[in-house]
């Protein structure tokens, strides 16, 4: 498994409309319940490397943003549903987060827990048993903190387009 076979399973479900949350998460189980068991556990380390990669201040102010608050479960849901959107979306937010102003704005989808345990699901089925990490999630946030007082400054639109929304 490479980040590119992964990118493809994801998309299959990215494809599915955004609100559908449990279908993406069903398909996404079912795919990764089929793949061997070196496969379904490369998928889970790629899985657990994105989440890592998203472990951002910015995107965390994102997440804060779209949801009116964001704690650290809520922020572990985003970032799992924000992989499931595909590797376009989640390159673009990595790069600037207040191109989610773009995205569709339904918060439930944002903030959905299902995918992170459809994946563990998927390679439970696959290996037999609970995946585990090959290493330690970051202790810390990368990037520069943001306040409560500045998400207006950084994320101009976004702040713009939930106001619309709410």
């Known amino acids: ?8 399973m994801v998309e299959e479900g990215a494809a ?13 189980r079912t795919s990764i319940g089929r793949l061997s068991v070196d496969e379904a556990l490369s998928f889970y380390q790629i899985f657990n490397r994105l989440l890592d990669t998203a472990f951002t201040w910015s995107l965390w102010g994102a997440a804060y943003v779209i949801n009116g608050g964001c704690g650290d479960d809520s922020f572990m849901d985003f970032r799992a549903s924000l992989i499931s959107r595909g590797r376009a979306a989640f390159n ?14 339904d918060i439930d989808s944002w903030f959905h827990e299902g995918f992170q345990y459809a994946v563990a699901d998927g390679v439970k089925a ?9 290493s330690s999630p970051p202790s810390s946030l990368s990037g520069l903190r ?11 639109r976004l702040v713009r387009r939930m106001l619309s929304v709410r």
């Open 126 to 134: 696959s290996i037999g048993r609970r995946p585990l990490r090959d």
């Open 16 to 28: 599915i409309p955004v609100g559908e949350c449990d279908k993406r998460d069903e398909l996404i």
């Open 92 to 105: 673009r937010a990595l790069a600037d987060p207040d191109s989610l102003a773009d995205d569709d704005i």
């Open 1 to 8: 498994m490479d980040d590119d076979k992964f990118w493809e």
């Open 146 to 156: 943001w306040s409560e007082a500045s998400v207006r400054e950084l994320y101009p």
